[in-house]
């Protein structure tokens, strides 16, 4: 492939630097890197050899020769620990939801359902009628994105209540199931499945209201994605309950026409303009960007078939395939189908492949429980709504990253998965516990979960700045330059690293020859140039990177590639071509 990242910066025994000011630390950080191998692509054939000054005869050396020695699974240590403990905070909600009864699972429903209502009820006040600014819920400050409630991303915020939407949907024509039964005289109970004294009037009323604001929430938000994701849902629990020919499908078929009838009425402008650019489709810009993005990906995958990337690595590796010109950078490529192949591989696309098919059979298949058919059914057509929900919005947008979805989802799935048929057998002594949430087998439906918890929380103890912080940006600028070389190490292809290293080298080779120390500052210039030269290389298409690489090459008198990138610039933005004029004149022979 084109792109194998596997360079190294070594250090041959521990050094003692005379360099004063800011070349010491730089120095000091070059010999605490040890002979750990920093990977990343070549960038001279001969390789480059910078002898510092009062080190006992031994050399700091960045070897450019050593390709290939050390391959890996992921460019993104960090990314690839947190996709890691995000997927095991989302299998122990997805294990402690499915280990439930189906009683117990509908309190669950319940309480998600009005603890979610609740937050974008908040949420909404602080959208429309007391701002609360770049914060989340007025309280914690964010130094970026477009928050709605505790998302930094409103599209996040979409997807929570779009996925609250069917299972809410689902409450409420199961309250009318419930209100029909106990006029038939159910026991008292099975009157109490959804743990208000509101009475069954009250209780449909109650959750049709849920449904109207989070539906609402979705609205706010004015994400295409997320409101077509709630389309999805709501079809999808209305095509089931007529399947099923529930008792509340003439309920929840009226609560969804109210509340298409709400979107068609909606007193706001901006919504109707937001989703008059559906008509267009491919032809809006935020399409056509997607599109762009989802063709780098694919070619980050056919350089990576078999494991990809690395799990998250899409933000580090994206500079590198970025075919447009444009300046912005991406976190994700907008669609968790394409990043599951590029980031891992093939054996990842056919795991997950797998995992949902076998998903989708199991709970078709599902025979209801004895005890509690009409909650069974209705808990299967709210995990389906849910799948539906997630499995559109993952086209358009990376909204499962977020934490609070992914555990909120996968909890959700869980409503679907049917227990431990072997309890259920006649004559089974373990029947009459298992329909007992309070007898049920310890071991089996808590420790295991229990001891997931604890080892999420102590990776996330352990590795919370390494897993969210050394890819980004505004870490990287203030770290030390000893954190740095272990950030290459982490993500070797990222061209900020470099680009940071790079800074610091030229920061120390300044002062060094401030202070009259020649040596010392052309070793420092001389790697900086090289750290220089491979942020360019990963970031080719970034025209303001390619600007101040033609300032660098032109201090440094490389006058042929100062004019490489200056033609570079102009490639990319002709209206600079005036800026960069003098460094376009032939290089003096």
Known sequence: GRFFPVAAVETSGFLRARASGPAAPLVAAYVAAGDEALLSDPVDDRGLEALIPGTQGRRVTLDTDRVGTRPRLSLNKGGTVRFLLLAVASWVAFWLVASRSPRARLAYCRGMVICGTLLVAVSLVGQWWIPQGRTLLWVLDIPYGKSLGPFVNRNHFALFSAILLPVSLCLTGLSVVRRSAGAAGSSRDEQGD?????????????FAACTAVLLAGVIASLSRGGFLAAVAGTATVLLLFTRLKHAGLLVVVVVAASLAAGVALWP???????????????????????FQMWRDALAVWRDYPVCGAGFDSFRVVYPVYKSSASRKTALHCENEYIQLLADGGIIAAAMGLACGVCYVFLIVRRRDEDDGRERASVLRVAALGVLAVVAVHAMFDFGLRAPANAVLAAGLLGLAVPRDHRQQRPGNPSAESAADPGRMRWGRNHLLPLVAVALVAALGAGYWRLAWERDRPAYLTRSSTQ????????????????????RRCFAAGTEAHRLNDGTVADAFYAQGLVCFRQAQQYNAND???????????????????????????????PYLAAQVAGYLDEPDL
């Open 194 to 206: 959804l743990g208000f004294a509101l009475g069954a009037v009250g209780n449909t009323v109650l």
């Open 268 to 290: 706001r402008q901006d919504l109707h303009e937001r989703l008059g650019t559906l008509r267009d489709g491919p032809e809006t810009l935020s399409a056509r960007m997607r």
């Open 483 to 502: 954190e740095l070389l272990a950030c290459v190490n982490w993500t070797p292809s990222y061209w900020y690293v470099w680009f940071e290293l790079g």
């Open 543 to 573: 025209y303001a990177l390619q600007l101040s690489m033609a300032e660098i090459e032109d201090q440094m008198g490389n006058r042929t590639e100062a004019r490489e990138a200056a033609q570079r610039v102009v490639a990319l933005r």
